[in-house]
């Protein structure tokens, strides 16, 4: 309850009045970074893959009667309702592909034990559409997941083959609870079944991970060169001691390598974008994580357009919450926690309440889609030639259920989707289906089946 | 042989105000007698009888049948087992309201089990196995402060640890990746410039913003700011050189304010002075901004850390209460408004620099870095490698060997090529800290080990564990002396060199590291309770709760006391801000200090605001949240999480017609639906007898003007009203606690999960523990003395 209920402090237009006076570093401010090498359209689609963790309170039955996720028409002539989840989007829904009523089903318990471990469970489900293995150590199992795929055909050539992104913190008292490892909760994209990747909060340290750290461009020269040698020795001392260790310890040591082989070849990567093209400055990097939720997403998106204008990298993985967190977004009208609120027992103003935090995180993305149609690429916007899959892995999050969960796409005039659409799936199609078309579209004309897919989803 | 021990909980520590009986309670700790296999199968016929109504093939309560199973036989399936000894110890089963037999039956059955699994584990138990451990965030800021004197957020760089079973340092769950290494590498670059300097530093910005939680009222000040300030920003800094620097100022708030005085000072001397709105031709708005910048002119500071801190002058001594705009103290509504006067608030900081940079001055971590200082040409490459040699051994935590350094001196000589010895010695330090002997606690397996065979772990790999777990850093020169030596696997040197790290301050990283994870003190700062309701509250508040915990944990360490202490302490670590907020008199200052506690109202951990916060939400207190963290963190014995669809409290009507219920009378109608009484049963009660803790922990006897209804009933039978009752219920049966903290603490020690095979020793050492009158010395060197602790099991074929 609050007393005053004047006006919330917009911290992000406080901080852009002192990035423009004081030379705070706000990415948005900046001109673009980097060494800029622009794509054309018959460059590799961009995809960029959005998480949202307690589904959105349009999916409950109730609420799906007032169309508070997919609309009552389908088609081209889709109205949002003022209730609706995606009236933010309303400016951009010539390049909107709603798609509702697809379950996710892998993410449902298979087994007494897992009953009730949904949200430990569901975001290693999301871009893996497979149902994760329940234990709490190294043996995890899940499935690779749709940005990776992505990211290992199509990645190949830029710095980094993929951007893993986060807003919340990871470190929650005592752990994971119903024996799942935190990975299975913590990360969405997953290089192989076993091999979940860490997500990055800091807006700070994703900056550096994207353009490398030092300031300037002849230090991060510098740093390069340093690198370069110290890899070669650091490759060199792994080989030295693989030989003294035990057979479990020989896996991890393994791993190492490989991760210090991939810096070697991005830092090469690096090398050979900057003997061409035009040098240009980069901002300065960003702060660490800012308390503001909206500012946070704010940040993780000028980072993904700035990745994208400098083509550092096409794909991108971005976890915009943790499970079970109870998080209050005073901006979006109500104080409730995210997580409890989620449970609103079906209660017709429970579930308006929950909606209201459901709209504000969702109307988030409306920033971002604005910056990659206002940034202009080799030809047309960023947007074109970019991919944004946005969903959730649970559908009414006060059942815990997995069906029905909301997904919509975004993108330009890009020949993958031709947006400014409604389609709702006949009961029972997985999301997987939705994916596997994705992936055909996107070029993967050889991937036959995706997690649970049955067959192809026909997106206009 | 009959083991009993007696705690009595001495009237002395009962003070004022509080029925001053002494207690005794008499607990059966150890099996007194052997059953025979004829009293097994009776305690067969006792789980027959009174456990398969429930866990039935059919009924599967717990997804557990117990039909088949038989005493004699419990080894067969020891998870089973282990499972029945937790509720059974715990005194959870059979649940309340079922029949139970009579007599001391319960006992006996659970001591049968616990003998059955202990007897077939003799002689066999395996010490487990884990792949090696990463140095995460915390052990890298540990690292780089033994290292150079440096105070760092690892933050910055490395990604986020991820916890298991409580812990951050669980070895099978630390991934490793690129993007990992990626982040070891600019650490690394970062660090070294930092602990070198850099007098060619390029001029950058770093820009530092305060927590909105943290008060600027009138009578907080922040860490380094001098007497007569209030609020501001207090930041340490690494300055890479000596030069000029510029530090500007970020507000929120403020609305109509003017003439503040800013006072803005390095290491706690003034360098500047400036006034919010000083002229009416600045216009501040109601967000704080100011048309123009508001910024120091040049600064000089040296290179190094320093600890720069804005403050406003503080202008009004004396008492302050300002009751209609209590929530101006923080931000932490984040709401302003149009129209009223509000106190500015400082937000940000950004130091700009080096401008004209003259150098790098001496610094703490440069006189630790540079033992040698050549004169010539000549002496610079032995110096190099007296540095690196030095350097290397403590980072490598082991003997060095020829190649460690020679392949350091390279990086020496490549950077002194390009820049002279200081940029060869940080290239050499910058590739020293992403060498994998210092990211890695790897532990060399002897040559010849068969799949599944049992090795003791070497000696220099033992000193690291032993350092790990009771320091936070690598070993000192003595314990790689003793390891050297081969003396260290010798258990009773082991022992002697953990007895004598306790006694080293460093060993505070129990209660830093261990204590703060164990008991979740990182959950505390995720609760922000409501601003309105409690204005009072702030991060320095929560700060002080986090440190009282610490400091509490680490009295009963550094003082041998009983862990039982955790409850029946009558005593607790303030300082004047978190004793008033207590209501203990006679505490001046910001120092903490041991004090008693005034009276029976706190006691032990259950008065701490540390737990009672961070079992709240922002609204109201949670008896629920409150009853599960004791019965999970403390007991061992979570329950079972809700089942999806249950309707949370808040759906519960909080009314009855015109009569505004308590959380206790909402709690019983929420008891009411059966699908949730069977665990709020337990849950309940233990936290209702914590509700005469507000939020924010802080005494209270009304809510909604109702008077506190805190009365339940303890699982056990017992009638449970406040804190000291609940802690008596507790102790009654310190076994859930005994063991759940031995398990607590071989995790942590062993960096793994504490699986079932475990559980014999984990009861070992509790047993050891309780000879000693549960000594906190007796459990370290316990788990230190294990084969766990020492030992290792090379994995299956198999498991590969």
Redesign the interface.
Known sequence: MHFITGKHIERRAFLKGMGATIGLPMLDAMTPAGRGRLTSSDAPKRLVCIEEVHGVAGCNDWAASQHLFAPETVGRDFELLPGNVLTSLEPYRDHLTIVSNTDVRMAEAFAPPEIGGDHFRSSAVFLTQSHPRQTQGSDLMAGTSLDQLHAQRFGADTVLPSLQLCIEPTDKGGGCDYNYSCSYTDSISWADPTTPLPMIRSPRAAFDLLFGAGGTEEERAFRRRTHSSILDWVAQEVAHLRREVGALDRQRIDRYLDSVREIERRIERVEARNNSGEPRTLPGAPPGVPDSFSEHMQLMFDLQVLAFETDITRVTAFKTGRDASNRAFPESGSDRGFHPASHHGGREENILEFNKICQFRVSQLAYFIERLKSTEDAEGSLLDNTVVLWGSPMGDANLHNHRRCPLILLGGDNGVLEGGSHYNAPDGTPMANVFLTLLHRLGHDDVHSFGDSTGEFLLG | MKLTVAMVAASAMLAVGFAAQPMVITTPVVPPSHPTSTSAEAMTEVVQQYCTRCHSDAR?RG?LSLEDFSVENAASDPAVAERMIRKLRAGMMPPPGARRPAGDTLVTLVESLEEVIDDAAEGRTSPG????QRVNRAEYERLVDELFGLTVDA??????????????NVA??Q?????????Y??A???VARQAVGQSDA?A??????N??AVSQHEWETVEGAPYGTRGGVSVLHTFPADGKYIF?L?F??GWGERFHDIDVSVDGAQVALLRYSASTARTID?????G??M?TDSVFVRAGQHRIAAAFIRQTDGPYEDLIRP?DWS?S??????GTTSLPHLM?L?V?GPYEPTGVSETPSRSRIFSCRPTSRNEERPCAEEIITRLAAQAYRRELEDRDVD?LL??YD??AGEGGFELGIR?AI??ML????FL?R????PGG?D?GEIFPVEDVDLASRLSFFLWGVGPDERLLDVARRNDLSDPDVLEREARRMLEDPRSASLSTRFAH?W?????LE?V?P?A??FPNYSRQLSTDMRRETELFFDYLVREDRSLLDLLEADYTFVNERLASHYGIDGVIGDDFRRVPYPDATRRGLLGHGSVLV?TS???RTSPVLRGKWVM??LLGV?P?????????L??TASSEGAKILTTSERMAAHRANPTCASCHNLIDPIGLALDNFDVTGKWRTRENGMPLDTRGTYYDGSEIATASQLADALLERPIPLVRNFTEKLMTYALGR?IEVEDQPSVREIAREASRDDYQMSAFIVGVVRSDAFRM?Q??DVAS?
Not at chain 2, 129 to 132: A, D, E, L, S, T
Not at chain 2, 333 to 338: I, L, P, R
Not at chain 2, 442 to 445: D, G, L, M, P
Not at chain 2, 640 to 648: K, Q, S, T
């Open positions: 599967l997804d196995n884990r792949p090696f933050s910055t760089w490395l990604p986020e640890d991820q916890i298991s079973a409580s812990f951050d099978d769950v991934g490793i990746s690129a993007t990992l290494m990626d982040a590498l600019t690394a670059s970062d390029p950058a910005s770093h820009t530092y913003s927590d909105p500007t970020g929120m708030s109601f967000q704080g901004r100011l123009y910048p910024r929530n931000l509504g984040t709401e302003a408004s149009y940000h950004t700009e392949a390279d990086f490549q950077g290239t910058e590739a992403v060498s994998p002997y890695f790897i532990e060399t397996e080990v799949p994870l008991l979740r003190l990182q959950d995720k922000q409501d309105f309701w961070q939400l922002a609204n999970e963190v979570p079972p999480p809700p089942p999806p669809g249950v309707p949370d808040e759906e999960r290792k090379a994995p590969n």
